[in-house]
């Protein structure tokens, strides 16, 4: 048919980009999978791992005669809010018939609201909220890690190790949080820590956090303190985008479920479950600039 497209949305986030294959006749045909895709940590590798995981999603709806030239692209990417990590992105020499660009927050809140207005929360390797209410956008948080992203994965494993550090140089009460962190680090000491982490990505602080939650739910003191603390944040983050009455709120991202029964109660009660993941956002993104 001449009016059929194919469509991809991409989720790029710190630690994984995914990405879902669209038909305007068939409707949703496949997904991919692929690694960090976020432009301000790099640019060169984010951009491969669009590429990547939107070859999957080919690859996974068994369309082996479908390029990547006959695809339109909207991406939704962690790092875009910042203006010129934004305009490198729309520099680039892309594969695509064409491509549409926002945050990864953007498609969140589109694909949670069933492509309507409303407001979403990511909790995943950072942490970021986003309002959209007649036609303006409120974004809160996303500023990265580590200046910002409390309560984020990369920020409870980042607060886990500082805490394991003191610890291990008898300067903060032991903790059952620590054999844990060790035993998957397979370390034994401080220094080994310090080197091993010494030039670690935010992903790899986010890959700590379930052994933070672990410790944390068997009762681990110290373990509790930061889950309640990153928890707080995030919860005065729902405050502030609840005062501006947005007509539903979710929460999604890989650390989402885990924090939620840890938030507040005044919060926790206002949060629905998302309509749909961020990367059917980004397709419902795509489609509306055909629209526009």
Known sequence: ??????????????????????????????????????????????????????????????????????????????????????????????????RFVTTDLHIACIGANDNHEGAVIIVGTGSCGLVVKDNEFSQLGGHGFPVGDYGGGAWLGFEAIRYALRAMDNLAPSSSMITRILSYLNCSNANDVAEIMLNARPADFARLAPLVFDAAEDGDEAARSIIQTGAEQISELARQLLAKHPSRLSMIGGVSERIKSWLADDVAKHIQTAVYQPDYGAVFFTLNQFKN
């Open 1 to 98: 048919m001449a009016d059929q497209k194919y469509i991809i949305g991409v989720d790029g986030g710190g630690t994984k980009c995914r990405a879902r294959l669209y038909c305007t006749v068939q409707g949703f045909l496949g997904t991919g999978l692929a690694g960090p895709a976020n432009p301000a940590r790099d640019f060169d590798s984010a951009m491969q791992s669009v590429i990547d995981a939107c070859q999957a999603a080919i690859q996974n709806a068994n369309l082996p005669q479908l390029k990547l030239d006959q695809v339109h692209v909207g991406m939704g990417l962690a790092g875009v809010n910042l203006a010129s990590v934004k305009q490198k992105v729309l520099a680039w020499q892309h594969p695509f018939k064409s």
